[in-house]
């Protein structure tokens, strides 16, 4: 039986995972990096949820610049957004777009997000990030997906970033380094001025070179 049992896609695992943990806070585990030796100082919920203090800053970032226009992708289990959505709850405007591609993933983020008390602020949308229409101008670009893929998201967002609005890529540490080669690069060419936060997964916060004065 072992050997036909169907292997779980690691977005399933981690869902039931979370599941069976009902909430409870860990140790981070992800490796140490030369620039964060220390990652059991911070707190995470699973693996695919943003660290603890990374959810903590995305809710204060939020109450810092006010956007009108959140952009996320990769929702996982809601998260995130319900953490931003807790600042635009305080804020008193904004909104969120976000998107989950797997169904079953979706479907229990839209679970979360309607008991979380802030439902009202996202628009959770069951699309690929690459698929996904958003009207207006984006203030706040989270980008947390699948891996391979953010730089092509960044990219397909930036010409609707207003030229105040931040781009957040989640995963940008140097292990794996392909989000943080990302960031540099797109820095390189001269589109993101780029900050690399220490966290244990690595936060690459940065903001459109376009029209900054
Ligand atoms: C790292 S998790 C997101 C964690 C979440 N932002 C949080 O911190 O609470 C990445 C999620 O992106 C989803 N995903 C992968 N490719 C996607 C795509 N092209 N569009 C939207 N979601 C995608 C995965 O199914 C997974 O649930």
Redesign the pocket.
């Known amino acids: 039986m072992g050997l036909f049992k169907k292997k779980l896609k690691q ?1 399933h695992k981690v869902m039931l995972q979370a599941e069976r943990a009902g909430g409870a806070m860990l140790p981070e585990y992800h490796r140490a990096t030369p620039e964060c030796p220390h990652p059991e100082h911070w707190s995470m919920y699973d693996s ?3 660290e603890v203090e ?2 903590e800053f995305l809710a204060t970032l939020v109450t810092t610049v006010k956007p009108n226009l959140i952009v ?10 319900i953490w931003m959505a807790q600042g635009l709850k305080r804020n008193g405007f904004g909104r969120i777009v976000s ?4 169904p079953q ?1 979706f479907a229990k983020a839209q679970e979360k997000i309607a008991a979380s008390g802030v439902a009202e602020w996202i628009d959770l949308r069951n ?4 698929e ?1 229409e958003v009207n207006g101008t984006i203030d706040l670009l ?1 980008s ?3 891996l391979t ?1 953010r730089e092509q998201e960044v990219r397909r967002f930036l010409p609707q970033i207003g030229p105040n609005g931040l781009v957040l890529m ?2 940008a540490s140097s292990h794996p380094g392909m989000i943080r080669e990302a960031a540099l690069r797109l820095e390189a060419e001269g589109l993101l001025s780029v900050v690399l936060l220490p966290t244990p997964r690595g936060l690459a916060v940065a903001q459109k070179r376009a029209g900054r004065k």
């Not at 996320?72 to 957004?81: I, K, M, N, R």
């Not at 998107?99 to 797997?102: G, N, P």
Request: proline letters at 0%.
């Open positions: 977005e695919m949820t943003a990374v959810l996320e992708t990769g929702a996982f289990l809601g998260a995130s957004s998107c989950e591609f797997d993933v699309v690929s990030s690459l996904m989270f947390d997906s699948e893929i989640h995963d």
